[in-house]
């Protein structure tokens, strides 16, 4: 709840709902392509935005956006994002989300010269655009993927003592679920993929259902969680194992502070990802630290809001509220630095100087140099890209 406050806009970081196949992910490099969105995915998305709805376009709500239409969809007022690399899960996901954000009204209609009256097919169905941004497009809702700094830091986290002892513990598990498997790599490095592969039998698979113990279920996701943590986080805040967030920041301050403009129109900003960005910036917020039990995988459908609103006295501030999928009644606030609600201004100082905010920075912080438009970018004058220039700078001709 926003006290003594104006709630002025909302930036929204969203999981897409449940898909229909396994995704496989390299354990070493993490690329994957998406899966399809299944009639249970988009009804936990459409269930989202009507959460989202009652949250914030309702005027009755405390935490109503001031100014934003209720009913009728203003796409002046709504900026949506997706991935659209391989499969539609997470574009089409968007789409779920935004039916449930603004659903058919009769409403919606438009008056023509002539005096006819035309509503919109299927009940005064809402078109709200929704830009969907490829992988070879920019690498800002994937930056994991072809990052040559992110796989060194993999391996960095394998060989790691603490995570060498991790495999070790969860060998009993492992060997325990193997037969479950249908042939699958069963070693602790391939924990997601277990996971999902377990995940998505145990929704859509009666048969696999029907024999899987659901402890077994309850240990993949509880070794999972870990896995994934140790991948998307690390120490440092602008480290290479948080850049699944660290390209979405410039997103996010960017419409953040533009909502504070007199001549802003954006009153909602959503982006639509897979899990990853959740668990780093949870990591880089200190979230974690009062809230342990969100760390890991977020379920599906999940969602992060950053609330900006305007006090009495004029300033700004942002408060970062979480809802972990359909499961969830109610968003619960989550402390940013141990508190619960922080200035715009200290959230853009303590993170804005981790971001990688365009794609030259991408390629420059992943040390790619070919894939995901680098090789339009002349890198012959850096010396991190190109070490032959240290030893040639002191050269004359």
């Known amino acids: 709840m926003v006290n003594a406050s104006t709630l002025v806009g909302v930036v929204l970081l969203a999981r897409h709902g449940d898909r229909s196949s396994t995704v496989y992910q390299s354990p070493t490099t993490y690329d994957s392509v998406q899966g399809y969105l299944t009639p249970l995915g988009a009804s936990q998305e459409y269930e989202l935005g009507q959460f989202l709805r009652n949250t914030y376009l309702?005027?009755?709500s405390s935490c109503y956006i001031q100014g934003i239409n209720t009913d009728v969809v203003d796409v002046d007022q709504l900026y949506v994002r997706a991935d659209a690399g391989g499969g539609d899960v997470i574009l089409d996901s968007a789409y779920a989300l935004t039916?449930?954000?603004y659903p058919p009204t009769p409403e919606s209609t438009i008056t023509l010269a002539n005096g006819q009256v035309v509503t919109s097919p299927l009940g005064g169905y809402q078109y709200v655009p929704v830009e969907s941004l490829e992988y070879w497009q920019a690498p800002s809702l994937t930056s994991w993927m072809d990052c040559e700094y992110f796989q060194?830091?993999?391996?960095?986290?394998?060989?790691n003592p603490v995570f060498k002892g991790l495999v070790n513990s969860s060998a009993p598990f492992l060997q325990a679920v193997e037969p479950y498997l249908n042939g699958m790599n069963n070693s602790f490095f391939n924990m997601w993929n277990i996971y999902d592969y377990i995940n998505v039998q145990y929704t859509h698979n009666k048969t696999f259902y029907d024999t899987f113990p659901k402890t077994f279920l309850e240990q993949a996701r509880y070794w999972a969680n870990i896995h994934e943590s140790y991948a998307f986080s690390e120490e440092a805040p602008n480290g290479i194992g948080q850049v699944a967030i660290r390209t979405l920041w410039p997103e996010i301050f960017w419409s953040l502070g533009n909502m504070t403009e007199s001549n802003n129109t954006v009153k909602l900003a959503v982006t639509e990802v897979d899990y990853k960005p959740f668990i780093s910036i949870f990591n880089v917020t200190n979230a974690t630290v009062?809230?342990?039990?969100?760390?890991?995988i977020v379920d599906y459908a999940s969602v992060i809001a950053f609330e900006l609103s305007?006090?009495?006295?004029?300033?700004?501030?942002?408060?970062?509220?979480?809802?972990?999928g359909t499961n969830d009644d109610e968003f619960r606030t989550l402390k940013m630095w141990g508190s619960e609600s922080v200035s715009l201004d200290k959230l853009k100082k303590n993170l804005f100087w981790t971001t990688i905010n365009s794609t030259v920075n991408?390629?420059?912080?992943?040390?790619q140099t070919v894939r995901r438009g680098c090789s339009v970018y002349n890198?012959?004058?850096?010396?991190?890209?190109?070490?032959?220039?240290?030893?040639t700078a002191g050269e004359t001709s």
Do not use: E
Not at 310 to 324: E, H, W
Not at 362 to 367: K, L, P, R
Not at 379 to 391: A, E, K, Q, R, W
């Open 58 to 60: 309702d005027p009755q």
């Open 99 to 101: 039916q449930g954000l």
């Open 152 to 159: 060194q830091h993999l391996k960095r986290v394998y060989s």
């Open 290 to 296: 009062t809230d342990p039990d969100i760390a890991g």
């Open 310 to 324: 305007q006090n009495i006295q004029g300033q700004y501030n942002v408060t970062m509220k979480f809802r972990n």
């Open 362 to 367: 991408w390629c420059f912080s992943c040390n």
């Open 379 to 391: 890198f012959s004058n850096d010396p991190y890209l190109n070490p032959t220039v240290i030893g």
